[in-house]
């Protein structure tokens, strides 16, 4: 993969809410992010098909959503991260996305890997809650079994309990030994699923400290969905990141990655 060996950091709301609100979170970010050593990627979902209750939001649709999303490339020049969750939509993303990213929950459905295989673009597969570090040899040897090798692998979180995630750290050290970017999906990581009247709770006063522990221990990259007004998030409220947080994070991880 490309650029593999710096710092990758994946950042963008969780759903697309509308245009106006891509463009003002990706010129945000990319102004920002031009300020520091990082492989920056911007992320948003044009659908999220796994929301808890059939009444939450799950935006624009496939058509819209990259559609958005083409004009967020075309306008900054970024790279472009987003979800899959059918076999069909690998090739109507690809000429637009540069990673296309598999759900957690879906980690283990083959059809949707070879498909977003296929496509040669980078895939980063997500870590089901419910699966082991070491059992994510197999998504990986159906993404590779397709000749594509541009893989990341990314945490976030494993189920512990009724509506609630623990992270063990131990996940990120087994993962890399497959040999490819292993990533902390901070914000998905604080999640209490379903644990709020319908959607998902969550905690992310730990994120920035979840963030430096992952640093600290060596990892690749770090995922975040951010916000403009996080409470007002239409997706993930309880867990997005504020944006106008992120330059004091930003710092603190950079003085800590030159510190380990």
Sequence with gaps: MAKKNKFIFIAGPCVIESKNQILEIAA?????????????????SFDKANRTSIDSFR???LKKGVAILEEVKKKYSLELLSDIHIPEQAAAVKDVLDIIQIPAFLCRQTDLLVAAAKTKKTVNIKKAQFLSAE?????????AACGN???ILTERGTAFGYNNLVVDFRSFLIMREFGYPVIFDVTHSLQRPSGCAGISGGDSQFVPAMARAGVALGIDGLFMEVHQNPRKALSDKHTV???????????D??????AV
């Design 28 to 44: 945000a970010l990319k102004e920002l992010l031009d300020g520091y050593p990082y492989r920056f990627i911007f992320k948003a």
């Design 59 to 61: 935006g624009p649709g």
């Design 135 to 143: 059992d994510m040899k197999y998504p990986i040897e159906k993404v």
């Design 149 to 151: 090798k541009n893989i």
């Design 241 to 251: 990141f504020a944006l106008k947080k992120l330059k004091t994070l930003l710092d």
């Design 253 to 258: 991880l950079v003085c800590l990655q030159r």
